[in-house]
């Protein structure tokens, strides 16, 4: 029973030992698996702490930041997949970390197992195989998504169009559009297409890559308008 020890002289009826973490990376990251997420927390809480509750494992996780030298006091964490409204993170600290671990060993499995832009195989592309095709980022982009009503996310990796090798990461919160991953997909397309050189030059931006969302446009009443870029209704106040 849960809690207590064993009984001496009991027998094992049968034992399947987990996939190693680096390939659990991969449909944990891929199709973002909030329970693969709750029973690492609680598996980490039993490796260090000695038990397999969350407390352990968020206190465990809350100690990690500190020895990639970030601050965990910065930050809130109540879960381990992130569905609590109480989880708090800014996106400075997601790029911090992002940056940070890419001096790790385990660099390379992680960036694997993250989500591709426009690739279609569902173990590879996960979460994005269906995003910024026919840009900069498609098969170049990898990030992890994440969303809530109201909350959307994307933080990740792109080579822009010089081959530098960038982070990045976007939180919206309580937004009341339909969705704003059209935006997300627009800086992520822009940030892959990117050139130090070519941003010496006039730059224009192809209209597919433009942030849109389905909230309605502003209508001037006057007018009738409805191509204002401004929420206000009077010119004088835009």
Known sequence: MLGKAVPQGATTPAFHPS???????????KLSNNNHAE???????????????????????AEYPRTLGLDPTALRQVDGSGPSRMDMVSTKQFTELLVTTRR?????????????????DRMTGGTLR???CGTAAAGNLHGKTGSLTGVSGL?????????RELVFSFVSNNYVA????????AVGAALAAYS????????????????????PAARDEQSGRTDLECSCMKPASC
């Open 19 to 29: 996939m190693p973490l680096k390939d659990l990376l991969t449909p944990f990251l």
């Open 155 to 163: 933080s990740g990796h792109v080579t822009d169009a010089d081959g």
């Open 104 to 120: 790790q060993p385990w660099f390379q499995d992680w960036y694997d197992a993250l989500p591709i832009a426009c690739v279609s």
């Open 39 to 61: 029973v690492l927390v609680k598996t980490i809480g039993c490796e260090v702490k000695g038990s397999g509750t969350w407390s352990a494992g968020l206190s465990a996780s």
């Open 196 to 215: 130090v050189k070519g941003a010496e030059q006039p730059h224009r931006t192809a209209r597919s890559d433009r942030p849109t969302t389905d909230a």
């Open 130 to 132: 269906s995003r910024m």
């Open 178 to 185: 339909s969705s704003v991953k059209s935006i997300e997909d």
